[in-house]
């Protein structure tokens, strides 16, 4: 979310509504929750996946900064999000993905349906939470955006 309003911040003046899918992971929308009111960010849960792309479209490009949606979702679903991307890059917002990354050897990479940022974690890989959470983490961006923050991958 974050990522998504600084990579071109002249871009993002007045655009300050964020997306969310209904069928994030509930520690995911906590976490969200929390860092928003602190960027002044405000965090919209959409009513329905399958009216996800209404809800932008009804946003806007004045307003809707970004959306979030979990691939595959907190019941284990596989949507097909291209559509989503679509409307939230005609928006001029960015699309996050949250994912599982051994999930993502077997589906269709979100950089080929048009995300332009995702993230996850590796913690089911074996690693230990006591080594440090933030190397239980990936995060991989379409673009190279300069953030001091930011691992810098390419699709």
Request: with cysteine; glycine share 10%; proline share 5%.
């Amino acid at each position: 979310m974050c990522l998504a309003s600084v990579a071109k911040p002249k871009f993002n003046k007045g655009k300050k509504v964020f997306l969310v899918s209904p069928s994030v992971a509930p520690q995911t929308l906590a976490v969200l929750q929390t860092r928003a009111s602190g960027f002044g960010i405000e965090l919209k849960i959409a009513e329905s996946n399958s009216g996800l792309a209404q809800e932008i479209e009804a946003l806007g490009e004045e307003k809707l900064m970004g959306a979030l949606v979990q691939y595959p979702d907190v019941n284990g679903d596989i949507k097909d999000w291209e559509s989503v991307a679509g409307k939230v890059k005609s928006a001029g917002g960015k699309l996050v993905v949250a994912s599982d990354l051994l999930a993502l050897t077997m589906l269709k990479p979100p950089g080929e349906w048009g995300a332009d940022i995702v993230c996850g974690n590796t913690q089911r890989f074996g690693k230990s939470q006591l080594i440090s959470s933030s190397r239980l983490t990936f995060r991989c961006t379409r673009r190279i955006w300069w953030t001091p923050r930011c691992l810098h991958l390419v699709y």
